[in-house]
């Protein structure tokens, strides 16, 4: 435990706890983006054109289950348990301003995706959008959707604004560790076209998490619009 200089109520220069810079975690942490990263484009590029219709298909779920289960176990590995103040699992200690700060985040998302989507469609290049609607495999899009909309961005929540936020605070100012978090989350998804948008999202969730201290905002704006995405797809 590393100790910082406080001032007393008789003003004496106190030494005050605070936790030390944990650089092994970090440096795991760095690991696991870039490798997401890597296997992110090396899929986009190796792995061809992704069917049509993949969120109607049981090995979709299956397959998604799998992968985010394993990013589950290592934030947990790398964070030594369910560190909740470290992966800032908390309730945000000013709930209406948080709910507020959450509406802002989640506007500025919807604009800055309809501008970019105007140029670079990072829905097409990413194929998991559905062309329409087929209620013959409602089931298995529905357990697709299930996981795009809350397994997702729980997890990717953790690993992003939680985890990597918490982790590269401890070494950098909020800005730098949003935007490293924000860029990281974006390369992780494989996309050429799609990174403007997807870095946008991040780093705009990056500063909501900085904002209210919590990732629950963000979990929660993460899973409105992905589901409002899959909505619009089916019914549009």
Same mark, same amino acid.
């Given at each position: ?10 003003g004496?220069?106190?030494?005050v706890? $605070?936790?030390?810079? /944990? ?10 983006? +870039? ?30 289950? $799998? ?14 348990? &369910? ?57 298995? &899009? ?11 961005? &729980?997890?990717?929540?953790?690993? =992003?604004?939680?985890?990597?936020? +918490?982790?590269?605070? /401890? ?13 990281? &989350?974006?390369?992780?998804h ?6 403007? $948008? ?8 990056g ?8 990732? =629950?905002? +963000? ?18």
């Amino acid at each position: 435990m590393r100790e910082a200089g406080g001032i007393s109520s008789d003003g004496l220069i106190e030494p005050v706890a $605070v936790p030390p810079r /944990q650089s092994g975690r970090l440096a795991a942490w760095i690991a696991l983006a +870039g490798i997401l990263a890597l296997l992110g484009y090396a899929g986009r590029f190796a792995g061809g054109e992704p069917p049509d219709d993949v969120l109607y298909l049981w090995s979709t779920f299956a397959g998604a289950l $799998v992968q985010y289960t394993i990013m589950l176990v290592l934030i947990l590995v790398i964070a030594h348990g &369910f560190d909740r103040r470290l992966l800032a699992f908390e309730t945000p200690e000013r709930r209406l301003r948080a709910v507020g700060l959450a509406v802002v985040a989640l506007i500025v998302i919807l604009i800055a995706t309809g501008i970019l989507s105007q140029f670079l469609d990072a829905g097409d290049e990413q194929g998991l959008v559905p062309n329409g609607w087929d209620s013959s495999r409602a089931l298995p &899009f529905l357990a697709n959707a299930a996981v795009v909309s809350l397994v997702a961005p &729980f997890v990717e929540e953790l690993l =992003y604004r939680g985890l990597g936020f +918490g982790l590269l605070r /401890q070494f950098v100012d909020p800005w730098p560790a949003i935007l490293i978090t924000g860029l990281a &989350f974006g390369l992780a998804h494989g996309l050429v076209l799609g990174l403007p $948008v997807l870095s946008i999202f991040g780093i705009t969730l990056g500063w909501l998490r900085w904002k209210t201290g919590s990732v =629950y905002p +963000g979990m929660c704006v993460h899973a409105l619009f992905n589901a409002a995405a899959l909505a619009a797809a089916v019914l549009t």
